[in-house]
Nanobody, 124 residues
Framework: QVHLMESGGGLVQEGGGLSLSCQAS????????MAWFRQTPGKEREVVSC????????YYPDSVKGRFTISRDNERQTAYLQMNNLKPEDTAIYTC?????????????????WGQGLQVTVSS
């Protein structure tokens, strides 16, 4: 069973920043594309970033472009999401995902495995 260990959520004031981490075992990380999604009640889950195995492809929707940065450390089997200049509308549950396909135009959910999710709350 794949296990994605997420950390780093919490409460932050508008304009602040948070860093999320997603760690997996080597067997569950090597070679896979990684992504971060978010979801709020009543809304569909949306991808906020993804990255391919060798970090040559990343994707960000317009809503977070220029504020969020995804990265990965394959030696540590960890993916990161650095979120800066946070806004109240960024408040959501953020979930790490593994196994889909990250392209320059988005993320294809194919065989994706999901983490449990982290609450991120941005106060105004």
């Amino acid at each position: 069973q794949v296990h994605l260990m997420e950390s780093g959520g919490g409460l932050v004031q508008e304009g602040g920043g948070l860093s999320l981490s997603c760690q997996a075992s080597q067997a569950d990380f090597d070679g896979y594309h990684m992504a971060w999604f978010r979801q709020t009640p009543g809304k569909e889950r949306e991808v906020v970033s993804c990255i391919n195995w060798i970090s040559t492809i990343t994707y960000y929707p317009d809503s977070v472009k220029g504020r969020f940065t995804i990265s990965r450390d394959n030696e540590r089997q960890t993916a990161y999401l650095q979120m800066n200049n946070l806004k109240p509308e960024d408040t959501a549950i953020y979930t790490c995902a593994r196994g889909g396909i990250c392209g320059s135009r988005g993320y294809e959910i194919k065989g994706t495995v999901w983490g449990q999710g982290l609450q991120v709350t941005v106060s105004s």
